[in-house]
DNA sequence: GCTGAGACTGGAAGCGCTTCCAGAATGTCG
DNA sequence: CGACATTCTGGAAGCGCTTCCAGTCTCAGC
C-alpha cells in the first residue's frame, strides 16, 4: 500500500474560530437571550425593533444554533434513522437498497431531518442499533426486515420512538408500514401468463416463511383459481440467482411439460432463464417467464425480462414521509404501493 | 393507492416508560452523580465499593445514558457524515456506493460512531450538509467528490470539522484522502494490451476535467511511452456507456486499424463493445479491449470484460478508519490503494 | 385618569451529561 | 504518632439552547 504524505497545501482547513453563541448574539443585539431564542424560532410576541436587531446581529456575527444544545433542550435530534437488517452485509450491494436510499433522501430534503444509516447485520450491529434507539440518538425509524422473523422487530419494538416499516415481517402487522402489493403484482403476472393461453404455469416462490414470499405465491394461486387453472409445479427458491436455476430444475424434472413460469423475483427468473435454455427450451415460444421486482437485472437477461414493477423509490418516499407524519403527531394509515407489469421479451 | 388501516395489534410501541436519567442512578447508588459519571466513562479515582454500588443501579434501572446531553457536554456527538454530491441523485444507484458505504459501515461497526447519509445532489442538499457541519451536527465528513471542481469542496473546507475525501478532487491536493491507484492501474491495462502484442492502441478516456479522468489518461500514456508505442486515437467519454459508444464510434472513423482500446471505466467499455461487435470485428481477436472498475457489469459485459479491479469496500474502510483518527487526534497520512488486473475474455 | 387585556420582555429553571476543584478520607513512612 | 502523598468524593459550574413565568409596557375603552 503506497502511502503519500497529505500536504495540506490549499485545503487546510481555515482557522477554527469558534461558532457564536446565541447569548453572543443577544447581547449583541442588545436583548435578553429569550429574546433571541424567539426570533430564531419564529415564535410570537416579538417586537420589530426586537426581531430586526437580533436578525442583524445573528447576520454579522454568522450565528448558526447548536444542533446538539437544541436537540437536548427540544428532546429532538432531528435525525431519523434507516437500518437494513440482513446476515450478509454484502447483500446491502444490492441496487434495492440504493433505491430505498434515494427515495428517503428525497423526501427528508423537504425537511431538516437529517438520515442515519444502519446496517445492522451483525449481533453487533443489531446492538448498535438498539443502543441507538434507546439513548434517544434519532427521532425515528424506518425498518426493513428481511428474514422471516427478524429478531430486530422485536428488539425494536420497545424503543420508545416510532418506527416505520418498508414491507411487513412475517405474520405480523405492525402499526405502520408501506409495502408494495406483491400478491396483488403475483396475481397481475398470472393472469397474464393465462390471458397469453398458457395452462401449465409453475410457480417458483420466495422463502414462504417471509411476508413477500407468501403473498407472491398467494396472488400466483388465486389468479391461478380465478383463471380456471390448477397450480402446474412449485418449488422454493431463496430470491437468489442460484436458487432460482435449483428451483427451475426441480420443475423441469416433476413437470417437463411446463408452459409458463411465474418467479417471485427477477433474480430468480433469471437463474430459470439460464435453465431452460440450457434445456434446450426457447423462451417465451416454449415456456413463457415472468419475473418480480424490475430493479437492476431485469433488462440485462436473455431476453429481456418481463416482469412486476414494484417502485422502490416510491416506497423509500412514502416510508419517510410516513415516519415524518408520526413524529409529528399525526396518526398516518398504512400504504400499500401499486405494482405493474412490464412487457419486454419473456412472456 | 390502497389503503388499510394499520391494527397496531401485537407491535405497538410499549409504555414508553422514561429513560432513567443519571442522576436518579447515582441516587439510587447512594452516590453522587459525578461519582456516577466516573463509573460510566471507566475514568480513574472511583473505589471498588462505589463502582459496584452504581453498577448495580444501573443495571437494575437499565440506565443508558442520553446521547444527545452527552454530546452537548463532551461536543461529540459520536455521529460521522459520509456525503455523496452529483447533480443525479439517480446516480446514487451505482453499485459503487452500496460498496462505499458497507466498507464505511465496515470500519464504523468497531466504533461508536454512527453513519449519516447526505446526498447533496441539489443545492438544497448542498446547503443542508454544509448546515449540519457548521451546527456542529457531526465529528468529521466523508467526501466524494465527483464532479472535477465540485462546489462542496469549497463549502466544505471552512466547516471546521475533518474532512476525508474519497478520490481527489480536481487539481486539489486535500489534506486527508484515499484514492485508488489509477495511474499505475491504467498503467497496467495498457502495459498487459501492449504485452498482448497490439500495438495501434487506442483510449476512450474520461471526463479530463476530473482527477480520475486525468489520471487514468496518464497511466495509459505513460505505459505506452514505456512500450515504445505511440497513442493510437484518444476519445474522452464521460463514464457512462453512451459516452463510451459514442467515443468508439469516433475512434473507429479516425483510426479504423487500432487493434486494441483501453476504457477508463467498464460502463464506456460495455458501450465500446456493443460498437465493436456492431461494426463486425471480433472482441478480443480483431480488437482487444481492457476497462476499469470491475464492480456491477464487468462480468457481465459480452464478452466478458478484462479490467482493473479495484477495491471500492476497502477504500470505503480506509476512508472512515482514517476519518476515526483524525478525530482522535492523530495525523495519519493519505492513502493510495492499489489496483490489479482481472483477466476475463476481451482481452 | 383608571382599568384590564394583550403584547412584549428578561430572569431563571430546566434538558442530562462531563469535568474541574477543593476538601475529606485513606494510606504510607520515618 | 504526625506529616505528607494518594485516592476518592460531591458540589458546582459548565455545554448552548428552549420555555415557563412573572412582571412591564402599551393602549383601547369607559
Redesign the interface.
Known amino acids: 500500500?503506497?502511502?503519500?504524505?497529505?500536504?495540506?497545501?490549499?485545503?487546510?482547513?481555515?482557522t477554527?474560530?469558534r461558532?457564536p453563541t446565541l447569548d453572543e448574539v443577544a447581547e449583541r443585539a442588545g436583548v435578553s437571550r429569550s429574546a433571541a431564542s424567539r426570533v430564531i424560532n419564529k415564535a410570537p410576541h416579538v417586537s420589530r425593533a426586537t426581531r430586526d436587531a437580533v436578525e442583524r446581529a445573528i447576520k454579522e456575527m454568522g450565528y448558526?444554533?447548536?444542533?446538539?444544545?437544541r436537540?437536548?433542550a427540544t428532546?429532538q435530534?432531528?435525525?431519523v434513522a434507516l437500518a437494513v437488517s440482513h446476515d450478509d452485509?454484502?447483500l446491502?450491494?444490492?441496487?434495492f437498497?440504493?433505491?430505498v436510499?434515494?427515495g428517503v433522501?428525497?423526501a427528508l430534503?423537504e425537511t431538516?431531518l437529517?438520515?442515519?444509516?444502519?446496517?445492522a447485520s451483525?449481533g453487533?450491529?443489531r446492538f448498535?442499533l438498539t443502543?441507538?434507539l434507546?439513548?434517544?440518538?434519532v427521532d425515528g425509524l424506518m425498518l426493513m426486515p428481511l428474514h422471516g422473523d427478524d429478531p430486530l422487530?422485536r428488539l425494536v419494538?420497545?424503543?420508545?420512538v416510532?418506527?416505520v416499516y418498508g414491507g411487513r415481517p412475517w405474520h405480523?402487522?405492525?402499526?405502520?408500514?408501506v409495502d408494495s402489493?406483491n400478491v396483488g403484482g403475483a396475481r397481475l403476472a398470472t393472469e397474464y401468463l393465462a390471458g397469453l393461453g398458457r395452462t401449465r404455469i409453475a410457480a417458483i416462490t420466495g422463502q414462504m416463511s417471509t411476508d413477500v414470499g407468501e403473498a407472491r405465491y398467494r396472488g400466483y394461486r388465486e389468479a391461478m383459481i380465478i383463471a380456471g387453472l390448477t397450480p402446474h409445479g412449485t418449488a422454493e427458491g431463496d430470491f437468489t440467482e442460484a436458487g432460482g436455476a435449483a428451483a427451475m430444475r426441480s420443475l423441469l424434472a416433476s413437470h417437463p411439460d411446463l408452459d409458463a413460469v411465474f418467479a417471485a423475483s427477477d433474480k430468480m427468473a433469471a437463474g430459470a432463464l439460464r435453465v431452460l435454455t440450457n434445456s434446450g427450451r426457447s423462451v417465451p415460444a416454449d415456456v413463457a417467464v415472468v419475473g418480480f421486482d424490475d430493479v437492476g437485472i431485469a433488462e440485462?437477461t436473455a431476453p429481456p425480462l418481463t416482469t412486476i414493477h414494484q417502485s422502490i423509490q416510491a416506497l423509500g418516499k412514502e416510508m419517510a414521509r410516513m415516519l415524518i407524519a408520526v413524529i409529528g403527531g399525526e396518526e398516518p394509515?398504512?400504504?400499500?404501493?401499486?405494482t405493474r407489469l412490464v412487457r419486454r421479451e419473456s412472456a
Open positions: 500500500m503506497l502511502r503519500t504524505k497529505g500536504t495540506g497545501s490549499q485545503m487546510t482547513a481555515s477554527p474560530r461558532q448558526l444554533p447548536n444542533r446538539t444544545a436537540a437536548l428532546r435530534t432531528g435525525i452485509p454484502q446491502f450491494a444490492d441496487p437498497f440504493a433505491q436510499i434515494v433522501s428525497a430534503e431538516d437529517h438520515l442515519l444509516l444502519c446496517l451483525s453487533r450491529g448498535r443502543n441507538l434507546r439513548t434517544r440518538g422487530t419494538a420497545q424503543a420508545g416510532p418506527v405480523v402487522q405492525p402499526q405502520w408500514y402489493d440485462h394509515t398504512s400504504l400499500i404501493l401499486p
